[in-house]
């Protein structure tokens, strides 16, 4: 299974991964950046490479597993 994460000091928080997966996403305030509610699903691993490929900072990222 496929798993992200988020370089919060690159994240701009423009809210694009939260609102394509807010499953998935969400903008914390406080900390001025995406975070990770969970690790996407199987069925939403799609959309959540292409909110990594859309972030225009490139903060979302996949990891690989270990």
């Known amino acids: ?3 992200l994460s988020i370089d919060s000091t690159a994240c701009v928080s423009c809210g694009m991964c939260a609102e394509r997966l807010p499953a998935v996403f969400r903008i914390d305030r406080t900390a001025r950046s995406a975070v990770l509610v969970r690790q996407p699903i199987p069925t939403e691993q799609d959309d959540a490479l292409e909110a ?3 972030c225009p900072t490139g903060a979302i990222f ?3 597993n270990p």
Do not use: S
């Open 1 to 3: 299974m496929m798993k």
């Open 52 to 54: 990594a490929e859309d």
């Open 62 to 64: 996949p990891v690989a």
